[in-house]
């Protein structure tokens, strides 16, 4: 269901869920880059009792396959798959994703909003500008989120910790999370964007094989992380790890 915000406090549509503190939110530069990217361990969460959202930055209007009314369909229906806590879009412009102060505003303000304790981004090493500019402006909207002077709406919150996910080049991952046991649910979320990946193939990612592709690399990152599938994830801040827990 659409539910649609228009108060300046909130610049975002709610379109599944309520808003709400999250445990972990992951940011999509377009509809179905949560689900590809991070999708599996999402679920994971969830599934654990974890407040879990996705945000779109954009709507993807300029995506070759699709109309906006039809994407935002496929990702209620997905986050209802993934039992995600709430799922927004920020509407910003599909193909000029980028660090502004208009754009990060923005941000800033759905971060106070539903105040997660993990972002997970795109990496900046993705060849796509959207999802570099996603990771770049990101990076100012977490830092003005937190300030108390800062001209937002929503009292101030600190991000605990930022991942970044893969998109569409390889990584050096610190990070691998099994995902083996939530492998048919990760699919069907997937392919609830059916219009993205039920027609013909436009690109390496727009593709009927979207599932079979990116399980490849699930297993790759299982491979290292002896499972059977992973996804992988890259930390910017060393980790904390209990030497007991390895």
């Known amino acids: 269901m659409l539910w649609p915000v228009s108060s300046p406090a909130r610049p975002f549509d709610t379109i599944f869920g309520q808003v709400r503190p999250l445990d972990w939110l992951c940011l999509a530069p377009h ?9 599996g361990t999402l679920i994971r969460l969830a599934q654990a009792g974890r407040a ?12 070759t396959q699709g109309t906006p009314e039809v994407r935002v369909a496929e990702c209620a229906r997905a986050a209802d798959i ?15 994703l980028r ?10 303000a759905t971060l106070r909003a539903v105040r997660p304790r993990v972002l997970v981004v795109p990496h900046h090493h993705d060849r796509h500008p959207d999802h570099f500019g996603t990771y770049h402006l990101s990076k100012r909207a977490v830092h003005l989120a937190q300030l108390k002077k800062a001209d937002l709406t929503g009292e101030p919150h600190r991000v605990s910790r930022v991942l970044l996910y893969q998109g569409n080049a390889d ?7 099994d995902v083996e046991a939530v492998q048919d649910t990760w699919a069907a ?16 990612t727009v593709t009927p094989e979207i599932v ?3 399980r490849a690399r699930l297993t790759y990152w299982g491979t290292l992380a002896r499972a059977r599938y992973a996804e992988a994830f890259e930390t910017e801040d060393p980790l904390l ?3 007991l827990a390895l």
């Open 82 to 96: 993934m039992g995600l806590a709430w799922r927004g879009q920020l509407g910003l412009p599909d193909g000029e």
């Open 52 to 63: 879990v959202g996705i945000l779109e930055l954009s709507r993807g209007e300029r995506g």
């Open 189 to 204: 979320a997937v392919l609830a964007h059916e219009s993205q990946f039920a027609g013909a193939a436009i690109s390496e």
């Open 171 to 177: 990584i050096r991952p610190t990070l691998l999370v």
């Open 31 to 39: 509809p179905d880059d949560a689900e590809i990217g991070a999708g």
């Open 212 to 214: 079979e592709r990116r």
């Open 99 to 108: 660090d502004t102060l208009e754009a990060a505003h923005a941000l800033a």
């Open 241 to 243: 790890v209990d030497p």
